[in-house]
Each structure stands twice: as structure tokens, then as C-alpha cells.
């Protein structure tokens, strides 16, 4: 049975947390066990629950509904430590000083990595129908989602070639360079890491879980999140929805109050113009701080205003291939994407897709692997590649 998953992302402070707990609360009052996981080093959601939940392990906050809060700190040891300690002793016998070395040998991206290799576990372990992960923001996020398949095409290409060159050349080299060379279970560490993020990628990839956006009615914060969605398609994650928060109610009031209200209706009217193929759910500005359970349910209830928070998106996902009659096309969807913001690259048995800042190095399916790509542009907002097949060469 799979695990459903939704990802909370958007600009900081517009209530990733407050819409994530909330969500999680009404997925547990449906009787569905649930999980909320954060990812963001600054641990809000105990707050957010008015509950102090610090510690290794999920702790229960109310029937059904699980928290966990990763510790960073302590699962780095676990995972990284036997490699880490390799490279202390390269760096060792460079003849840098043991502190600064150790400083160098904190890989950054470590805690995001750690975050999704708790993810994994718990999407493993069957003990959840739901897990919610209330993510750092955006930037942060991204870079966390495009972090399995990039650190997975760097251990391949540096590790993999390097442990048949390291396996004969050993003896030799050890004696030589001075350096100590790897041993295999440094190999073994970072195989087994390589391992569980290609699980990473694989569960993130179902058609299960998804990622959901959340902003306020501002200009800047929607500028940011049509670019997060561009974005995450680019690494083929499924968007399923936008929580607009923090929506001041109609009514009259004074001048300060009925001009962020307006403000806010235009910009509302962007929004649902903006993500016309998305569900948009209005949550509304809490006369205080949303703190507790019944708040934090009390606000996602009247947002999702009858609709199933854990509706599984229907349609293809952001990447699709079809067959034509000389070739097959592949689409990869890029909503707002701008011909001149994208930038495409064939290396062999890769297509190299950048979109602004952000870059991908798609592994090409077996079926288009071989074949040439004979055009590709950018309309609608998608990346369209086109694939001539050759003549299958006699044996
Ligand atoms: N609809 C709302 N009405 C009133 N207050 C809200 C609402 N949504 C969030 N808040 C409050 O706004 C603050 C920020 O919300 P929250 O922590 O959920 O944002 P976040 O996006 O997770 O922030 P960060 O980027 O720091 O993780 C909190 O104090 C929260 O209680
Ligand atoms: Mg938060």
C-alpha cells in the first residue's frame, strides 16, 4: 500500500507550518494515521501544536497524529560519519588543523539530506497512511528535492569510477601520495546512501505524493510561487494545489482595512488566473495566532471548505512521453517557462534542462536513450523534445 504524501512549501512566514499541522489534524480526525515531518531546522511545529516535541522519535500529540521533528545533528553522525572520517584524514595528512577540518567535512545540503532519508524511512516502515512534511522555504526546498538525483549522478560519476581505480591502485597509491586511500567501507557508506535516496526519488516520484503551495495574497510572494512551480516541475515533482492564507475577511472597516482588502482581491484574482489548473483554497486571517489542534484543524477545514485535502491529482504528471510516427516526443511541463529562460543539452544518455537558475540532468529513458533529438522548443508552458528513431543496427 503506498503512503500518501504532501510536501508544504511556499515563501517564509506565510504559514507552510500553521497549513501543514492543520492538514495533518484533519487527515487524523479521518482516521487516517498520520505523520507530520519537519524538514526545517527551526522546528516550528510544536509551536504551531503549543506542544513541546523535541526529540528523536515521533511523539503522539493526539489520536492519529504523529509528530517528528528531525534531529539534524544526530542522524548526521549515523549516516555520514564513516565518510566524513575519511575525508578528516585526507585533510589530516594535507596537515590542516583537526577543528577546521572538520568544519570543511560538513557537506552542506547534509540536513536536508538527513530530512529526506527520514522521510524515506517512514514512507517504508508502514506505519502511516499520511505524511505531511512541513518544509523549509522555498529556495531551501528546492534544493532539497533536486538533491537525490543530483547527489545520485555525482556518486555514480566520481565514486563509481573512482572504487576500481582506488581497489587496484591501493597499495601503490597509499605509499606514494602520502594520502590515505578509502577503505571499501567508505565505499559501502556511500553506496548505501546512493541506495536510499534513489528510494527518495522513487517515492517522491508516485503518483502518491505530491507538493502543495502555500502564499499570501501578495505580489512578490505569487511571483515566487508560480516560479517555485516552474521549478518543481523541472524536477518532475506534482504540484496539487495552492493554499492562499491569510486572506483578510470582507466587510467594513477603515480605510487601512478595506485597502488590504482590495489589495488582496486583486491579487486573488492573479492567483486563480495564475494557477487556473489548480485547486486554490482560501484560509482566512485568524483573528489571533492559529496555537493548538483544534485551531490548526478549525482553519484547514473552512480553507479545504468541503474538498478532500488528500485528493490524489488526477492527469499525467509533469513529464510525459508519446509516440509518434518516426519518433516520440517528451514533454516536460514548465508552467510560466519563457523560451529564453530555458536552455537544453543532450550528453549522451542525458538531457541537461536548465530553467533560469535551477538545472536538471534527466537520466533519459531507456526507450529515448538511443535516439536523436531532432528539435525541441518551448510553448504553452512546456519544454516539447523531439526524438527521431533510428534504423535498429543489424547484430
Ligand atoms: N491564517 C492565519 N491567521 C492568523 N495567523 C496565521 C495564519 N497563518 C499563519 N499565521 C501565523 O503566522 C505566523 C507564521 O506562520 P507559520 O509559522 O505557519 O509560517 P511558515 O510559512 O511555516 O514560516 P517559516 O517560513 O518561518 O517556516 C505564525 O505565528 C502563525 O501562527
Ligand atoms: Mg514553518
Known sequence: MTVRIVLFTGKGGVGKTTTAAGTAALAARAGQRTLVLSTDAAHSLGDAFGLKVVGPEPVEITTDLWVHQV???RRFE???GEIQGYLMSVLDAAGVDPITAEEL???PGAEEVLALLELRNHAISGSWDVIIVDC?????TLRLLALPEALGWYMTRVFGVQRRV???LRPVLSRAAGVPMPEDSVFDAVERLHRDLEQVQQILSEKDSTV??????ETVVVAEARRSLTTLSLYGYRVDGVIANRIFPEGEGDAWREGWVASQRTVLAEITESFAELPIWRSGYSPGE???TEDLAGLAEAAYDGADPLAVPTGEGPMTITRTNTGAVLRISLPFAQKQDVDLARHGDELVVTVGSYRRLLALPAALSRHTVVAARVEDGSLQVRFRFEQEEQP
Open 212 to 217: 502543495r503551495l502555500v502564499l499570501t495574497p
Open 290 to 292: 492559529p496555537v493548538g
Open 136 to 140: 523549509a522555504p522555498t529556495a531551501e
Open 105 to 107: 567535512t560538513v557537506i
Open 166 to 168: 582506488v581497489r587496484a
Open 78 to 80: 549515523r549516516s555520514w
Open 71 to 73: 534531529d539534524a545533528q
